[in-house]
């Protein structure tokens, strides 16, 4: 049975997101709600793989990039003043323009910086792009390889190329289909078992290009989404143990390291792609499963329901998970 995520109005319910989730260690899979074979588009749960490409080929110590700059490599963020100045960073150190995006650009998620633009009368641009981190790294990849910058989400240019060689090893896929992504570049489907199995990889210490992204985004959390985001809130509450990565049309990827020296890889998808029974959902997993510790249960607590307000701010309703054992 899948993951239920039931939408309240008082005490009746009005919705019912539905969830499937699929859960992998270093021997396979031990677990699965909904069907683990479900395919998928991956979205921006890529991020850190698509980094650890650059990474692998030595263009990120070639562009002197440090950890944080690593860590927004692979980041959806919000879109704030500490994102701008890190891409900012980048983009300088190569020696580029924002004439070089080719992510497009749009108002930032965070609603202060947002209305901060538009009372200052201005115009979002590409920094302002959730992806814009990723972008900078695929800038910085091309540079490396001496390719053409111009293109550099096309399909076929040598960086995603080399993205893709990557994938396919990490996942053991030997044909992974692409379409366009929002950012313009390629993003693979794959099943969730598929996923998980990528996220396993990710924690499990066997790849140092993996490590290197698991560091960056366990030591720079705020980089990742920002202030009030589940990712940001996650891998500040398991301190080094575990990250997660949220994609478009609400699918998630978390790695888990394991008190046995072994990792765990986590791939949730939402089937109608809202996003506001994502965090629920994954809570509801985690502690199922408990893989949560006490601490860490207590610190991410908040999200276990999600509480529906009006704009009158009354409490109208909620969201809960259900699954069952």
């Known amino acids: 049975m899948p993951i239920l995520c039931r939408v309240t109005r008082g005490d009746l319910t009005e919705s019912i997101h539905v969830v499937f989730a699929v859960v992998v260690n270093g021997s396979g899979k031990i677990f699965s709600s909904g069907d683990p074979s479900h395919f998928t588009c991956v979205r921006s749960t890529l991020k850190p793989f698509q980094a650890a490409a650059a990474v692998r080929a ?57 209305y901060q633009i538009i009372k200052d009368n201005q115009t979002p641009n590409p ?12 800038l910085a990849f091309a540079n490396f390889l001496g390719s053409d910058l111009k293109g550099y989400v096309k399909k076929d240019h040598p960086v995603q190329k080399r993205i893709m060689e990557l994938v396919q090893e990490i996942s053991g896929l030997e044909q992974i289909p692409t379409e366009i992504d929002g950012c313009s570049a390629p993003t693979p489907f794959m099943t969730l078992e598929s996923l998980a199995t990528m996220f ?55 790695t888990l390291k394991t008190t046995d020296g072994d990792s765990i890889g986590i791939a949730l998808k939402v089937l109608d792609g809202n ?12 502690n199922h499963l408990k893989l949560l510790s006490d601490i860490e249960a207590k610190t991410l607590n908040k999200f276990n329901t999600k509480i529906i307000k009006n704009h009158n701010q009354l409490e109208i309703g909620r969201i809960e998970a259900m699954i069952e054992s």
């Open 58 to 114: 030595g263009a990120v110590d070639a562009a002197n990039f440090n950890e944080q700059e690593l860590a927004i490599m692979c980041a959806s963020h919000h879109g704030e003043k500490s994102h701008i100045d890190v891409v900012k960073n980048m983009v300088q150190k190569l020696g580029l323009s924002l004439d070089h995006f080719e992510c497009g650009a749009h108002y930032p998620s965070d609603k202060n910086s947002r």
């Open 127 to 138: 920094y302002h792009n959730n992806c814009s981190g990723k972008h900078a790294g695929m």
């Open 200 to 254: 396993q990889k990710l924690g499990s210490g066997e790849y140092d290009e993996l490590n290197r992204i698991f560091n960056a985004m366990s030591k720079y959390p705020m980089m990742i989404g920002g202030t009030n985001n589940f990712d940001t809130d996650f891998i500040e509450a398991l301190d080094g143990r575990g990250i997660t990565k949220i994609g478009g049309e609400s699918i998630r990827g978390i």
């Open 275 to 286: 996003f506001r029974a994502l965090p629920v959902a994954t809570m509801a997993l985690l």
